[in-house]
């Protein structure tokens, strides 16, 4: 138990569906991600939050769209997912950005779009 | 290009043995290096890491080593025990430009301990 959770474990959804992955760090913590592991692929940052605002949107297109209403709490809204963004879709904390501060995972989201 | 790189898979140890697990980088703006570790169902979690300015950093059985000139660090678990059986992730940050503490990820390596 690494005090960030998620739900729900696993997702399947169409492509036509509307959907959303929550996150919840119990820790303290002001800065959260949200990462994407696909098959054979490194962990791929998505978005970055520091206190609430977004610090980066690493390239990722629209169909993905993050939201942070506080520092504990972080969304993944999900909409006309393609087949090729099925992927197990990690949250992370961290007491802030700075590199000497690690990253608190959660167990992920395993999303199947189909 | 990965920034960040596991050459090795996998890696089969017998119980009791030493494990070595490798990470290669290319980016000499790397402040800090950490080793995650993943079981099958649970996201990564933390493990040991090591500052740029230092070359070694020992926690229990886990010992990191840093060499900035080959741009390589290591990893070793000493003596292996079967629940070390995970994937091991290398990753690697820095406190510069804009995307200050990001961690950069490596593929991992697969690591079974056998009893």
């Known amino acids: 138990e690494t005090g960030v959770t998620q739900t729900p474990r696993h997702l399947v959804m169409g492509m036509t569906n509307k959907k959303s992955l929550k996150c919840e760090q119990h820790?303290?913590?002001?800065?959260m991600y949200w990462y994407k592991q696909s098959a054979k692929k490194p962990l791929e940052l998505m978005f970055v939050?520091?206190?609430?605002?977004?610090?980066e949107n690493n390239s990722v297109p629209s169909r993905f769209s993050p939201e942070c209403p506080n520092s504990s709490h972080l969304f993944l809204h999900l909409h006309t997912l393609q087949p090729e963004d099925s992927a197990l879709y990690l949250c992370?904390?961290?007491?802030?950005?700075?590199?000497?501060?690690?990253?608190?995972f959660g167990p992920g989201t395993r999303l199947t779009v189909t | 290009d990965q920034q960040v790189k596991q050459n090795s898979p996998s890696l089969s140890v017998q119980e009791g043995r030493i494990s070595i697990l490798n990470c290669d980088y290319t980016?000499?703006?790397?402040?800090?290096f950490l080793w995650y570790k993943k079981y099958p169902a649970e996201g990564p979690t933390f493990l040991i890491s090591?500052?740029?300015?230092?070359d070694k950093n020992e926690d229990g059985r886990f010992t990191v080593f840093l060499n900035k000139s080959a741009k390589h660090l290591s990893l070793h678990i000493v003596p292996s025990q079967p629940g070390d059986s995970a994937v091991y992730f290398c990753?690697?940050?820095?406190?510069?430009?804009?995307?200050?503490?990001?961690?950069?990820f490596g593929k991992g390596t697969k690591l079974s301990v056998k009893p």
């Open positions: 820790l303290g913590h002001n800065a």
């Open positions: 090591i500052s740029s300015i230092k």
């Open positions: 990753a690697a940050k820095t406190n510069y430009g804009g995307s200050q503490g990001n961690l950069i």
């Open positions: 980016n000499s703006m790397f402040d800090y």
């Open positions: 992370a904390s961290s007491q802030g950005l700075s590199a000497s501060y690690e990253q608190y």
């Open positions: 939050y520091n206190f609430k605002e977004q610090t």
